[in-house]
């Protein structure tokens, strides 16, 4: 089994840039792909970016393309969201989550680990 620990939330102006960090421990041997997805109060949970188990392969939501860019370092057993040109609407608690698929997957029903989520405020 996997553990998922996100950090890095806050709160940050429109346009400001945020650091998101997911830290893996357990059976992390294993070939996981990683993703990172968003949710609003009254809202679904949605995809924002993901990445392989080599880090080779990625995928970003078209409301996040251009802003967001989800890396990996399987050495340090982490994944990171770099969020920058923040606008209110990304304004949602941040999850990290694995699967052991060759990936990546971009849906929620998709992967089977999941963090506790952080929390990411973009306001004036």
């Known amino acids: 089994q996997v553990q998922l620990v996100e950090s890095g939330g806050g709160l940050v102006q429109p346009g400001g840039s945020l650091r998101l960090s997911c830290a893996v421990s357990g059976r992390t041997s294993i070939r996981y792909s990683m993703g990172w997805f968003r949710q609003a109060p009254g809202k679904e949970r949605e995809f924002v970016a993901a990445?392989?188990?080599?880090?080779?392969?990625?995928a970003d939501a078209d409301y996040v393309k251009g802003r967001f860019t989800i890396s990996r370092d399987n050495a340090k057993n982490t994944v990171s969201l770099q969020m920058n040109s923040l606008k209110p609407e990304d304004t949602a608690v941040y999850y990290c989550?694995?699967?052991?698929?060759?990936?990546?997957?971009?849906?929620?029903?998709?992967?089977?680990?999941w963090g506790q989520g952080t929390q990411v405020t973009v306001s004036s």
């Open positions: 990445i392989s188990w080599r880090g080779s392969d990625t």
């Open positions: 989550a694995a699967v052991p698929s060759p990936g990546p997957p971009t849906t929620v029903r998709e992967y089977n680990y």
